[in-house]
Structures are given as structure tokens and as C-alpha cells.
């Protein structure tokens, strides 16, 4: 099997730009697409420019604003992509990993897979430069085996194992340090960039009665004890994502209060900073990386955090279209 799963985007942008040349549209197809989005905004804004209403909840303390947008489609380009759009992805599912009677996974996880076999190094080296992304399903599972800042032994460190209780079908998963500096110097020899994916979920408290729920206050020594690590090799980090998909509406393996997370991301950021003071080198907050994009429950996410909504650099979604 493939030692690495392709992504087709997993940063999704505060703006996506692109631009379509005049040739190439014809005047069919902008009236199709101009219907299209006269029919998706008629769902909140009508025809004199007056809100149709707001849902309930907290996106709903932000200021009403009305405008008339128009689309013009010509042959300028307003922007383009950097040189590393490209990415791909790494994830942690091991090989009893198995969907619709396929056990697809084999030895692909960043665990267990061959950084040395030519195929992927030649497949990473062909495509950079590129971002890799480190992380998945079971991220919220993951514990670092680094000591604590206090100089305690880290929580204990298993390994990934089927569970039928586990709201995704496993428990435990563990990576040592030793791993993370190979899954580094293999980035380093082939000109990846790395994003990786932190465990929030599996810092906070859960309930005996919903196996999904996590929430309280969360804690962050492990993770801390890790950035520290990776700052103190002085990894070239592009960013650190926090969590996956476990908003508290759409989480799939567990689902974590709007605030409880905001206040998760505000550590981060300060963590982040305070290790890496120059922001030229500082590496990306990227996150909340929900399982579909719900604008309700981003709103309330972005009303959560506040005055501290800068603090992450890139807001994502997870798109399962194909």
C-alpha cells in the first residue's frame, strides 16, 4: 500500500484567490453561477438588502452588517498560491485500521513506516517543496514520551490498540521522541514543511455517561513538555494544529465545549510564543480543523475567542468530497 496518504488541501485558507479568464466562461456559466449565489445568500439576506433572521446562539452578538456584493469575472489574477500549497499527510491509523471490509492501512502510519524506502522518499522529494502534515483521527489519543516540565516521568505511554468502547475504535498510541526526530530529519533531507497536530481532547476530563464528551480544564503538561522538546532541537516547525475534529456540534471522536476549547488555543498561543519569541521563525496556530464547515459553529468559536481571534493564523475545515 501507499506509505503516506495524499491530502488535496488540509489548510484552508482565511481566502482562497484564483482567477478565471473571460474566454473561458461563457455566458451560461455565469448565469448559472450567478444564480447559485443569488440562491445561497437569499437564505439570510433578501432582496432589499434586510436580514431574514438570525439562528439562535452566540453568532448572533455579532453586529448585524448589510452590503450588496456584485461578481465581476474578468482575465486580472488578484493572487496567487506560495510554492508549498501542495501537501500531504501522515496519520497515525495502524494496520487493524479497517472501513467497508478493507484493512487498507498496512504499515503507513508515521509510527511504523519506512522513512527510508525509496518510493516515498523519491514521491516527498518529487513534489517538494511541500507540507506535510502530521496528524489524524487519533491524534486526541497521542502521548508524547518526553518528560514532564516538572522532571516527572510522562503519563504512560502505550501503544495503539483496537478498542470496541473507543468512540473510534482504539486506545493508547505513543510517540517517542526518537520517532519525532526521524519523522523531522526525514522533512529535512527531502524539503517538507511540517505541520503536526496536538493532542487537546486527551487532556481534558471526560464523563462515564457519554463517552464523547470532553471538557474541564485542560491539561497541558504534556504538550508543553513536547513543544519544549521540539524548540530545544530546534526543529524548523511550520505550525502546530490542536486537536481533530472534536468540536463540541460535529466531533467525531470526542466533542469539546466551545469555550473550553477557546481558552485550549489561548495556551497554546502563549506557549508557542513565549518558546519561539521571533515571529519570523515562531510556527503557525492553525486549527479549529472541524469535520465540516459549519458557519454557526464557527461564528460561536470566533465570538468565544474574542479579541484574541488573531491568535490563530490559520482557520481550517475538513473536506470529504471525493
Not at 269 to 292: C, Q, T
Amino acid at each position: 500500500g501507499l506509505l503516506f496518504s495524499l491530502a488535496a488541501s488540509f489548510i484552508a485558507s482565511a481566502a482562497l484567490w484564483a482567477f478565471f479568464p473571460t474566454s473561458s466562461v461563457d455566458k451560461l456559466m455565469e448565469a448559472t453561477l450567478l444564480g447559485s449565489i443569488s440562491s445561497i445568500s437569499s437564505d439570510t439576506i433578501d432582496v432589499n438588502g434586510h436580514s431574514s433572521g438570525c439562528p439562535v446562539g452566540p453568532a448572533c452578538k455579532l453586529p448585524k452588517r448589510y452590503a450588496t456584493s456584485r461578481l465581476r469575472i474578468s482575465n486580472r489574477m488578484i493572487g496567487t498560491t506560495n510554492g508549498n500549497f501542495v501537501c500531504v499527510t501522515m496519520d497515525w491509523w495502524p494496520a487493524e485500521k479497517c472501513d467497508y471490509g478493507h484493512c487498507p492501512w498496512h504499515n503507513a502510519s508515521m509510527l511504523n513506516a519506512d522513512l527510508n524506502h525509496p518510493l516515498l522518499r523519491n514521491a516527498v522529494k518529487t513534489l517538494s517543496p511541500v507540507v506535510l502534515r502530521l496528524g489524524g483521527s487519533l491524534t486526541d489519543h497521542i502521548i508524547y514520551k518526553v518528560p514532564t516540565t516538572s522532571g516527572k516521568l510522562p503519563p504512560e505511554c502505550r501503544p495503539i490498540v483496537p478498542d470496541a468502547d473507543d468512540p473510534l475504535g482504539f486506545r493508547g498510541g505513543c510517540l517517542t521522541m526518537g520517532r519525532w526526530d526521524e519523522l523531522n530529519k526525514f522533512c529535512r533531507d527531502l524539503g517538507c514543511s511540517v505541520v503536526f497536530d496536538l493532542n487537546l481532547a486527551g487532556g481534558l476530563k471526560s464523563k462515564p455517561e457519554d463517552p464523547f464528551w470532553r471538557g474541564g480544564e485542560w491539561d497541558y503538561k504534556n504538550v508543553e513538555a513536547f513543544l519544549q522538546y521540539t524548540r530545544a532541537q530546534e526543529y524548523d516547525i511550520l505550525g502546530f494544529e490542536l486537536g481533530n475534529e472534536i468540536d463540541i456540534v460535529h466531533g467525531v471522536g470526542a466533542r469539546v465545549p466551545t469555550n473550553t476549547m477557546a481558552r485550549a488555543f489561548r495556551k497554546l498561543h502563549a506557549m508557542v510564543a513565549s518558546l519561539w519569541p521571533s515571529k519570523e521563525s515562531r510556527p503557525l496556530i492553525i486549527g479549529p480543523d472541524s469535520s465540516v464547515f459549519d458557519m454557526e459553529w464557527y461564528l460561536e468559536f470566533a465570538v468565544e475567542l474574542g479579541k484574541d481571534l488573531h491568535m490563530i493564523d490559520v482557520f481550517t475545515y475538513h473536506i470529504y468530497s471525493l
